[in-house]
């Protein structure tokens, strides 16, 4: 069982950044993909960014020219890096991982096993 613990999150002004990062414990292999996930409650999840083992980065478009995913296999950790935040990225964001294998690592939460608790972004403006 794959345990993901997020950290990072917190209250910025509208412009700050961020870096959530996202550890994965219980496990002896490398997730082949990791990925970041938002919700603001009464609404659905929504993809922000994957990344698989090799490295090969996935966005949703309106994300893609602020937010960088990226991880560290040896330490089994995901980042996001979120820059020029926004009100509208007030959100408790989770990270997810999939299982040793996939045949996609499109941010999509079937094809992840495994999911964090989240941690919260809140922008003010």
């Known amino acids: 069982q794959v345990q993901l613990v997020e950290s990072g999150g917190g209250s910025v002004q509208a412009g700050g950044s961020l870096r959530l990062s996202c550890k994965a414990s219980?496990?002896?292999?490398?997730?082949?993909?990791m990925g970041w996930f938002r919700q603001i409650p009464g609404k659905e999840r929504e993809a922000v960014a994957s990344?698989?083992?090799?490295?090969?980065?996935h966005y949703t478009d309106s994300v893609k020219d602020r937010f960088t995913v990226s991880r560290d296999n040896p330490k089994n950790t995901l980042y996001l890096q979120i820059n020029g935040l926004r009100p509208e990225d007030t959100a408790m964001y989770s990270c997810?991982?999939?299982?040793?294998?996939?045949?996609?690592?499109?941010?999509?939460?079937?094809?992840?096993?495994?999911w964090g608790q989240g941690t919260q972004v809140t922008v003010s403006s």
């Open positions: 997810a991982a999939s299982g040793i294998s996939g045949s996609s690592c499109a941010p999509y939460p079937s094809h992840f096993a495994f």
């Open positions: 219980g496990t002896t292999y490398t997730p082949y993909c």
């Open positions: 990344i698989t083992q090799m490295g090969t980065t």
